[in-house]
């Protein structure tokens, strides 16, 4: 299109190496556009995403209803403080409680942020001497100290120490140990409902009911950490929806905005109570651009029925995949929930992800070993079939590789 306007991603990344902290690891392209599933850099190149905006663009790049909506409301009011009553952010409220368990909203602007107040709100809402939350081995949760010390990697606390007190960890799936740990000084149990960063791991049957019958019968909170999962990526609203086990606090991040900034705690009115004036703030928490882009998100994905779209869009990508696992000794395991998709392989999955973007696919490594994919719920059936038919050839020419060495 205007593709010559652009500096040349050569520019670009000299630019980066004088004056952008190199606390990335980067792909050496400046990605300058994005239509949906596609997006595109700066020499002309046309990417098929699978993995847009790291969970984010959950609706695609430029999602054209959440487009409108900010594009309206950045020239009508951009932001006033919380100091003030905005009609956009108690819609944004109201909409995300009747898609949920009915409880009352905290907005910041990113999935740290969400969590830390979900740990204060723990602390000050359970008995003073409750402090400890029980975190899971593999689980991420964000990268301020609270949220770091909830997240049980030692490669995420390296240096770092020492880590905030009060964070216990435990094997994620095992029941047992999380009974065990439970103890008079317990405030919460802090999970994913799907390891997302960890590898797209999905607990085994009855582990979170599990989770949910010790919290209630130790007056322990339960917190889902859906700021991965949440917002339809699933195939539900909220993962905890499909697998039947509420909780008492929920954070959301990533794509709640489809594709712009923003972050909410949910919790039940009651338990909300224990947050009085003063007590957590942020300061762009909640403001009228991101609740105007949050509302816009959750009504496109009704009126486009994406939900069921993604269920449907789920059960293609686990055909074909499991085909392909079939076909391919390279492939361990394929772990799909939703639109969260980890292909757990036997070799490290750097260069399967390098040789994708060869071929203009672009796919995510996580843990070494686990190609994960997070589509837009929007993806065709034709863009998935091509990405999945990209993916088998990379791999089958991989497996092919390693056959000829031995
Ligand atoms: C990405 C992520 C976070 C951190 O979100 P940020 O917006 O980067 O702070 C927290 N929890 C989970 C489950 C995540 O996937």
Not at 31 to 43: A, H, K, N
Not at 102 to 117: D, L, P
Request: proline letters at 5%; one cysteine or more.
């Amino acid at each position: 299109m205007d593709d010559n306007t652009w500096m040349s991603s050569e520019e670009t990344i000299k630019l980066f190496e004088q004056y952008v902290i190199p606390n990335y690891g980067r792909f050496p392209v400046s990605l300058v556009r994005g239509e949906g599933s596609y997006v595109f850099d700066s020499e002309g190149n046309r990417y098929l995403d699978l993995f847009p905006g790291w969970g984010c663009n959950l609706l695609g790049h430029c999602p054209g209803p959440v487009v409108e909506a900010v594009q309206k409301q950045v020239s009508t009011l951009i932001h006033v403080p919380n100091t003030w009553y905005m009609e956009a952010q108690g819609l944004w409220a109201k909409a995300l409680s009747e898609r949920s368990f009915g409880g009352q909203a905290f907005f910041c602007n990113s999935g740290t942020e969400a969590n830390e107040a979900a740990i204060k709100l723990a602390r000050l809402h359970t008995p003073k001497q409750r402090y400890k939350i029980i975190t899971f081995e593999g689980g991420f949760h964000g990268r301020t100290l609270g949220s770091t010390a909830a997240t049980a990697q030692p490669k995420y606390h390296e240096g770092l120490g020492p880590l905030m007190a009060g964070f216990v960890y435990a094997p994620y799936g095992d029941l047992d140990t999380v009974a065990e740990l439970v103890d008079d000084e317990t405030a919460a149990i802090l999970i994913e409902p799907v390891q997302g960063e960890g590898g797209i791991r999905i607990p085994p049957d009855g582990f979170l009911r599990g989770l949910r019958k010790l919290a209630d019968e130790n007056e322990v909170l339960l917190i889902f950490d859906e700021v991965q999962t949440g917002c339809g990526r699933t195939g539900d609203w909220f993962a905890y929806q499909g697998f039947d086990v509420a909780p008492d606090v929920m954070t959301l991040a990533k794509a709640i905005c489809g594709g712009l900034a923003g972050a909410a705690m949910l919790t039940t009115a009651e338990i909300a109570r224990s947050l009085r004036p003063g007590m957590h703030a942020a300061t762009f928490g909640g403001n009228p651009i991101a609740a105007t882009a949050g509302l816009a998100a959750i009504e496109m994905i009704e009126h486009e029925n994406l939900l069921e779209h993604a269920r449907q869009l789920s059960g293609f990508f686990r055909e074909r995949l499991d085909e392909l696992r079939r076909q391919c000794e390279l492939i361990r395991e394929v772990r799909i929930r939703g639109l969260m998709i980890g292909i757990e392989l036997s070799i490290e999955g750097g260069p399967t992800v390098k040789a994708c973007m060869d071929r203009r696919l672009l796919v995510n490594c996580t843990q070494g070993t686990v190609i994960r994919l997070l589509p837009a719920m929007n993806l065709t059936p034709e863009q998935a079939q091509t990405g999945c038919d990209i993916l088998a050839e990379v791999l089958q020419h991989q497996a092919g590789g390693d056959a000829t060495q031995q």
